[in-house]
Nanobody, 126 residues
Framework: QVQLIESGGGLVQAGGSLRLSCAAS????????MGWFRQAPGKEREFVAA????????AFADSVKGRFTITKDNAKIAGALQMNSLKPEDTAIYYC???????????????????WGQGTQVTVSS
């Protein structure tokens, strides 16, 4: 089993930045796709960003391109989502997800991921 722990959420003013971190523990050998998703009240969980461990390839939702970056720690199964120029519409619970995979094209859909973190709240005030 794999457990994911997220950290770094909080309250920030519009235009500000936050950095979310995700660390995996348990049976973590191999290569993965790490993704970040978010869910706002009354809305479905949506894709934000993802990175392929094997190729380093990244993918981003159009709504966050140019503002968010995703990184991975090659020494361990961990990663981060750097969020800049935050907007009130970025307010949501953010989830880290992990899927064992050896592929260069990151997964972007909820059902493609097996392991999920507990979520961390990000609130952007206007």
């Amino acid at each position: 089993q794999v457990q994911l722990i997220e950290s770094g959420g909080g309250l920030v003013q519009a235009g500000g930045s936050l950095r979310l971190s995700c660390a995996a523990s348990g049976r973590t050998s191999g290569t993965y796709i790490m993704g970040w998703f978010r869910q706002a009240p009354g809305k479905e969980r949506e894709f934000v960003a993802a990175v392929s461990w094997s190729a380093g390839t990244t993918a981003f939702a159009d709504s966050v391109k140019g503002r968010f970056t995703i990184t991975k720690d090659n020494a361990k199964i961990a990663g981060a989502l750097q969020m800049n120029s935050l907007k009130p519409e970025d307010t949501a619970i953010y989830y880290c997800a992990l899927e064992p995979a050896l592929r260069s094209n990151p997964y972007t859909r909820v059902h493609e991921y097996t392991y999920w973190g507990q979520g961390t709240q990000v609130t952007v005030s206007s």
